[in-house]
């Protein structure tokens, strides 16, 4: 079935330095997937809707040059954490949705990746 | 634009008890209504979803949840709990205006009692 691949699914990364998340939809093309990000003990917050071709767009208060978003094929977007600090230190998720007319619209989740900034 | 209350953040019951978790909605179109459980340091593994039809979703490890309109809710329930159910649920939303963004609530902790 339609599966959503986060990788990697854990990373540490010093303080100022960036780092790349991926996600791709396996067996279906999204042309349409979200960031999540979750802090411990809380729920998921919507970051972005990223669509393929085309510049995500970005929840208020979400600061678009930190957290970049890169939406380049039907199978992949990537989310870079920028000059990440301590505080980026966070859950994300990613979701992508099936648009294939005979699955509803199904979005599924990817397994999430910890970010721990250091 | 969309949002869910999720009443209780905690909710303990005992084993083999009834397990009801609360969810309101707020949505001016249709709503696609969600329940995820989230096991601690893992990602969200979808209970059940109602889209359109039956307003009686059955979904996964028993749990049902019920779509009612005129309440706008969609309280999950379990007949009887089990260890394993002990977890965090969140209940979301999402709508074909909405560009399907998923929308959650601030989630339900899950405590079972022995």
């Known amino acids: 079935g339609a599966v959503v691949s986060q990788h990697p699914s854990r990373v540490i990364c010093k303080s100022g330095t960036s780092v790349k998340i991926e996600c791709r939809s396996l067996?279906?093309?999204?042309?349409?997937m979200f960031w999540y990000r979750q802090f411990p003990k809380q729920s998921l917050m919507l970051m972005a809707t990223?669509?393929?071709?085309?510049?995500?767009?970005?929840e208020q208060g979400v600061e678009k040059d930190k957290f970049l978003i890169n939406h380049a094929s039907l199978t992949l977007s990537t989310l870079t954490v920028t000059s990440a600090h301590p505080e980026d230190s966070s859950f994300y998720i990613c979701?992508?949705?099936?648009?294939?007319?005979?699955?509803?619209?199904?979005?599924?989740f990817g397994e999430g990746s910890w970010l721990t900034v250091v | 634009a969309q949002s869910v209350t999720q009443l209780g953040s905690h909710v303990s019951v005992s084993e083999g008890a009834l397990v009801l978790l609360r969810c309101n909605y707020s949505?001016?179109?249709?709503?696609?209504l969600f329940w995820y459980v989230q096991y601690p340091n893992q990602g969200l593994q979808l209970l059940l979803k109602?889209?359109?039809?039956?307003?009686l979703v059955k979904g996964i490890n028993g749990f049902e949840a019920e779509f009612k309109k005129s309440e706008t809710s969609f309280h999950l329930t379990k007949p009887s709990a089990h260890m394993s159910d002990a977890a965090e649920y969140f209940c979301?939303?999402?709508?074909?205006?909405?560009?399907?963004?998923?929308?959650f609530g601030a989630g339900t902790r899950l405590f079972v009692k022995a």
């Open positions: 979701s992508a949705r099936d648009g294939r007319s005979y699955s509803g619209n199904t979005i599924y």
């Open positions: 067996d279906f093309q999204a042309t349409t």
């Open positions: 990223s669509n393929e071709g085309s510049k995500a767009t970005y």
């Open positions: 949505s001016s179109v249709p709503p696609y």
């Open positions: 109602y889209t359109t039809g039956a307003t």
């Open positions: 979301a939303v999402s709508s074909y205006t909405g560009g399907f963004k998923t929308i």
